[in-house]
């Protein structure tokens, strides 16, 4: 509930702290007293627009502030806690506007859009006047009110995730079903392009070996002249050959005995070389009796490298990155797959959001039916009761154009009304008395409070039109829903405010320089002077003080 409003600079208040109790609390005043004032700087806190012309004149800001005790409204509090900005203690509202038209509105001390704080202010506190923020004109409020009457909210919220869920699948459905042309194209041409890099067969390193074969075919002839050279002069030349040279260096060597330690390092190199040109020898031997010069053989690899190259020109791509490219079309491939079979996946799932939605929601269009009848007589009741007299109330369910599924169930849901005898029932927007609104509202109110999540009801003028017996069930009604909650009710009529459980006074003071608004918390005997005043005028009597008395004690009884 609302537990505190600070007023600071607004329109003809200069510094107003109010400290606000549960049960109905009734604020009255003279005309011109400033009474709507608290009211409608309560409203730039729910996010209502504002404009630099409500800054007191010579202020060079308007500060707004209201406090909620959170501890009743678990809506509230899982709002606030989805946006990280819950916290221990009152929820606390703010709202700055500037001398120059800025506006600045902060949850619990977080800056926060103008947006966040209507949407957040509608599951706190709502306001019954003729302003334009009246949430009763509202679609969206009708179904509330009937769903929470007839107790359908959970089933509501199945009804609303269900229509979600079959949108999103539908919608993902249509993204998919949109390729089709051209993802079946582009299924064609890869399987095609894997078909030939599968035939292709290409190895790992393939491609490499079959170039370096390929270079020593070519030069075959070459090669082997060059080996059957060296050969000769290493080992074979009867003139002088390699070996023979280091055979004979070693044994001029060896002859001579005790040589010093420098030609030994010179015999250990020169028999190194020995060795060494022996293995090299020996090596190409190697390489001549196994090297195959077969033209067939040199044929079957040109055909295999031109295959190679042929397909890494049709891809425009080097030849070494072929494997790669079969790869990847590999993955893309896979991937298109998978589009066709999420596809299937998707049409079974949309069929079962489909039945599971009209479960729920066929239900819940069977509470909403029965509901709608008897909260209809309920209020058409209470409506008498308000002094409208003949006044009709009905509650009509329409069936949704079209057959997907829709958020809010199977049915258009408005409340229709004729505030007298013989006219017909029309919507409550047009419903031309801003007093028979509100009185409609509050009998609306009454009969659905107990299941209302909205814990705090402001009416601002609900008596507007009303007197006698009529303004005493007023009263009567708004106490009762005080009981339940909290209630704020600006008001004319002594019956209505000798019904209020505390009693809040707005009134001026002039001062030399300026006129101010305030506000006053009456206690017991305050009340029943201004209780008296509203009865008979500003000369209080005995009678109207006694009348006072009675009329408080009344409503407290």
């Known amino acids: 509930m609302l537990v505190h409003l600070s007023v600071h600079n607004y329109a003809i208040v200069e510094h107003l702290d109010l400290e606000l109790d549960s049960g109905m609390s009734v604020i009255s005043g003279e005309t011109g007293a400033g009474k709507s004032i608290m ?10 627009r504002a404009d630099s012309g409500v800054v007191r004149p010579g202020a060079d800001k308007a500060d707004i502030l209201a406090s909620f005790d959170l501890g009743d409204i678990p809506e509230a509090r899982t709002w606030l806690a989805e946006r990280d900005l819950d916290h221990d203690g009152p929820c606390i509202l703010r709202r700055v506007i500037t001398a120059e038209g800025r506006s600045r509105g902060y949850i619990n001390g977080a800056p926060c859009p103008q947006g966040d704080l209507k949407a ?153 070389a020995q060795i060494q040109v022996e293995e090299a020898v020996g090596e190409l031997n190697r390489f001549l009796d196994h090297f195959d010069a077969d033209p067939a053989r040199l044929q079957q690899m040109e055909e295999r490298l031109d295959a190679i190259y042929t397909l890494a020109r049709k891809h425009r ?16 491939l896979e991937s298109l797959n998978a589009d066709d079979q999420a596809a299937e996946r998707l049409n079974d799932e949309l069929a079962a959001y489909e039945r599971h939605y009209q479960e729920k929601a066929g239900e819940l269009s069977a509470l909403r039916q029965r509901a709608a009848s008897e909260l209809a007589t309920a209020v058409e009741l209470e ?17 949704n154009n079209g057959s997907d599924p829709q958020p809010n169930g199977l049915e258009q849901l408005e409340f229709l009304v004729s505030a007298n005898p013989g006219q017909p029932l029309k919507t409550l927007a047009k419903v031309a008395s801003g007093g028979e609104l ?16 909205v814990p705090t009801l402001v009416f601002d003028e609900v008596d507007v039109g009303i007197g006698g017996p009529t303004a005493e069930v007023v009263g009567q009604l708004l106490r009762r829903l005080g009981e339940r909650g909290q209630v704020l009710t600006v008001t004319h009529l002594p019956q209505v405010a000798a019904q209020g459980h505390q009693h809040l006074f707005v009134h001026k003071q002039r001062g030399n320089d300026a006129t101010r608004t305030a506000v006053s918390k009456l206690d017991s005997n305050q009340r029943v002077e201004e209780i008296a005043r509203m009865l008979g005028g500003v000369d209080l009597t005995e009678e109207s003080l006694a009348h006072a008395r009675q009329m408080v004690g009344s409503a407290q009884a």
Not at 386 to 399: E, T, V
Request: a negative charge; proline letters at 1%; aromatic letters at 2%.
């Open 39 to 48: 009211l409608d700087a309560l409203g730039l806190c729910l996010g209502d």
């Open 120 to 272: 957040l202010g509608e599951l706190l506190i709502d306001i019954h006047s003729q302003h334009e923020h009246q949430s009763l004109l509202k679609a969206e409020t009708h179904r509330r009110l009937l769903d929470e009457y007839a107790g359908s909210q959970e089933l509501a919220r199945q009804v609303q995730l269900a229509a979600q869920r079959w949108k999103q699948t539908r919608s993902e459905l249509q993204r998919l079903s949109s390729l089709g042309d051209e993802q079946r194209s582009r299924h064609q041409l890869l399987s095609y392009q894997l078909e030939e890099l599968d035939s292709l067969a290409l190895g790992e390193n393939e491609l490499l070996q079959l170039e370096q074969e390929h270079k020593n075919l070519t030069n075959a002839e070459s090669l082997l002249s060059a080996c059957r050279l060296v050969i000769e002069q290493c080992s074979e030349n009867d003139a002088g050959n390699v070996l023979s040279t280091l055979t004979g260096s070693l044994n001029r060597l060896g002859a001579f005995q005790g040589q010093p330690s420098v030609l030994s390092e010179a015999t250990n190199l020169l028999a190194s």
């Open 317 to 332: 791509i080097q030849p070494g990155e072929l494997i790669a490219m079969q790869q990847q079309l590999f993955d893309e």
């Open 383 to 399: 409506m008498q009761n308000l002094g409208m007299p003949g006044g009709r109330f009905n509650i009509k369910l329409s069936a």
């Open 438 to 453: 509100s009185r409609i509202s509050l009998a609306i109110q009454v009969i659905t409070a107990q299941t209302s999540r």
